[in-house]
């Protein structure tokens, strides 16, 4: 099961797009096979380590909990670490620092059994690029 989130491609231009996995506990993780979730609040951050080294945190992503499982103590919108290695992190960090971007999530993925978030190294729309994009949308729909 594949959720998008379409709010991101809206407000965001996207240049590039990496994969990375999330960690989740059992019930969040069938829930989100079965693509009951919501992305389009997320958002990315990076957390030093008292080691010197850096986690990237998804933060924000709603995962709604399983009708199934006890859901006593559960919390829908808890940070989530996600699972890169240390080089592609601080290379992430360098190209958002040199040409002011920001990392969005813009879907959530199974592969091969296990759940990926496709991150978007994004630059935030103008307004005006915002309606363009409504005008275009209606045009095509009316042809």
């Known amino acids: ?29 069938k829930s989100a096979k079965l693509g009951q979730l919501d992305l389009s609040h997320g958002y990315v951050k ?3 380590t008292k080691f ?33 290695h240390q080089k592609e992190i601080l290379g992430l960090q360098s190209q958002m620092k040199q040409s002011r971007m920001l990392l969005v999530p813009t879907a959530m993925y199974t592969k091969s059994g296990t759940i990926k978030v496709e991150l978007g190294l994004a630059r ?14 209606d045009l095509d729909r009316e042809k």
């Open 124 to 137: 935030g729309k103008k307004k005006y690029e915002k309606r363009e994009a409504i005008k275009k949308r």
């Open 52 to 84: 010197g080294s850096t986690e990237v945190w998804l933060v924000g992503a709603h995962i709604y909990p399983y009708k199934h499982a006890d859901n006593t103590n559960y919390d829908p919108i808890r940070t989530r670490k996600l699972l890169l």
């Open 1 to 29: 099961m594949k959720s998008v989130n379409k709010k991101a491609k809206f407000d965001y231009q996207i240049s590039q797009r990496f994969e990375a996995g999330v960690v989740l506990t059992g019930p969040e993780a």
């Open 46 to 48: 990076f957390k030093p």
